[in-house]
């Protein structure tokens, strides 16, 4: 089993930045990669960005690219998403995923195997 724990979340202004951050533990020598995604009221839960665990591969949604970076600390078993101009359309709970599939940085929500509990990020116009 792999726990997965979100923090950094928060209420910013629109143009602004906030880091997450998603700690991995357990056996996290069974994580193939580890991705980004978020859920807004109504919506269903969409991609945004994830990486190789054991790699620099990293794929974005287009919505993000360009604004928000996923970055990865091995020695800490942690995950980063860097967001910067934040928009009001960017408001959501966030949620970090583990995927021990050899199916390189995927989008595809049923793909992972873990989940955390997820942070609320809420930007304000």
């Known amino acids: 089993q792999v726990q997965l724990v979100e923090s950094g979340g928060g209420l910013v202004q629109a143009g602004g930045s906030l880091r997450l951050s998603c700690a991995a533990s357990?056996?996290?020598?069974?994580?193939?990669?580890m991705g980004w995604f978020r859920q807004s009221p109504g919506k269903e839960r969409e991609f945004v960005a994830a990486v190789i665990w054991n790699g620099f591969n990293t794929k974005y949604s287009d919505s993000v690219k360009d604004r928000f970076t996923i970055s990865k600390d091995s020695a800490k078993d942690t995950v980063y998403l860097q967001m910067n101009s934040l928009k009001s359309e960017d408001t959501a709970v966030y949620y970090c995923?583990?995927?021990?599939?050899?199916?390189?940085?995927?989008?595809?929500?049923?793909?992972?195997?873990?989940w955390g509990q997820g942070t609320q990020v809420t930007v304000s116009s």
């Open positions: 995923a583990a995927d021990r599939g050899f199916r390189g940085a995927t989008l595809r929500v049923n793909d992972y195997d873990y």
């Open positions: 357990g056996r996290t020598f069974t994580i193939y990669s």
